[in-house]
C-alpha cells in the first residue's frame, strides 16, 4: 500500500494559491436510493447523484490576494468561483465549480490569527 506524505499544499481560488494553508479537506457524496424488493435479504441501490465540499484552513492575513477575493466574496454578495482547486502536487489537483458558503476570521489573544472556508461544489469535480 502506497501512502501520501504532503509536506507541501496547495488550494487555489480561480489561478490564485491561497496564501499560509494549514489544511484542506475534500469531502465527496455519492447519493443514492433504494430499489430493493419486498422481501429481498440485500439491499439493491442505486446512485441519485454526486456532490462535493472543499474545507480550508489558513492563516489570516487580509493581504493574501486569495483570502481578500474570499472576504470581497462574502462582503459583496458575489460568492460563486468558477475553479476551486485542491492540488494532489505540483500537476494534479481536484477542480470544480463552487459556491463559498462558510468563511470564518477567528481572532484569540495570544494566537495567530485564522481564517476558514467551506466551498459548496457547483457542477462536476474533476481530478486530472
Do not use: R
Not at 436510493?33 to 487580509?62: M, Q, R
Request: hydrophobic fraction near 40%; aromatic fraction near 8%; charge should be negative.
Amino acid at each position: 500500500m502506497a501512502l501520501k506524505t504532503y509536506t507541501a499544499g496547495k488550494v487555489a481560488i480561480e489561478t490564485t494559491e491561497l496564501g499560509y494553508l494549514i489544511d484542506g479537506t475534500l469531502t465527496v457524496d455519492v447519493g443514492s436510493g433504494d430499489i430493493s424488493k419486498i422481501g429481498t435479504a440485500w439491499n439493491a441501490v442505486t446512485e441519485l447523484g454526486k456532490g462535493w465540499t472543499l474545507a480550508v484552513s489558513c492563516n489570516y492575513d487580509p493581504a493574501d490576494t486569495a483570502q481578500a477575493a474570499l472576504i470581497t466574496g462574502y462582503t459583496s454578495g458575489e460568492a460563486s468561483f468558477s475553479a476551486v482547486s485542491l492540488y494532489d502536487d505540483a500537476s494534479v489537483m481536484h477542480s470544480g465549480s463552487a459556491l463559498l458558503t462558510n468563511a470564518v476570521v477567528t481572532k484569540a489573544v495570544g494566537q495567530v490569527d485564522k481564517f476558514s472556508a467551506t466551498f459548496t461544489g457547483n457542477g462536476a469535480l474533476t481530478h486530472a
